[in-house]
């Protein structure tokens, strides 16, 4: 059973860090790309970064120079470091995974079949 579990959401202050992770299950890592989204409360779900089976890795023009996705296929995990969090990164993060459909990565919605529950960032003072 494919299973997607975030992790390292919480409550931090403007320019603050948060390293959250997304633990794969039910499948090998290595062959798929992972991606990050996440939802605010009233907006779209957007693509915030997402990494290739090869490393490539692709941001969001609003969290590039600030977030940093990385992936560690021998743990079949997945993980976007956060620093100099912004009140308008609050949302609720998700991991996907490209999984049936190969190695590539994009920020689009479509092409993503599995997703974890969500793990909530909130950045306030």
């Known amino acids: 059973q494919v299973q997607l579990v975030e992790s390292g959401g919480g409550l931090v202050q403007p320019g603050g860090s948060l390293r959250l992770s997304c633990a794969a299950s039910?499948?090998?890592?290595?062959?798929?790309?992972i991606a990050w989204f996440r939802q605010a409360p009233g907006k779209q779900r957007e693509g915030v970064s997402c990494?290739?089976?090869?490393?490539?890795?692709t941001y969001a023009d609003s969290v590039k120079g600030r977030f940093t996705i990385s992936r560690d296929n021998a743990k079949n995990m997945a993980y976007l470091q956060m620093n100099s969090l912004k009140p308008e990164d609050t949302a609720l993060y998700y991991c996907?995974?490209?999984?049936?459909?190969?190695?590539?990565?994009?920020?689009?919605?479509?092409?993503?079949?599995?997703w974890g529950q969500g793990t909530q960032v909130a950045v306030s003072s």
């Open positions: 996907a995974t490209t999984l049936p459909y190969g190695g590539d990565c994009d920020l689009k919605l479509h092409g993503y079949n599995y």
């Open positions: 039910g499948f090998t890592l290595d062959y798929y790309g």
């Open positions: 990494i290739s089976s090869s490393d490539d890795s």
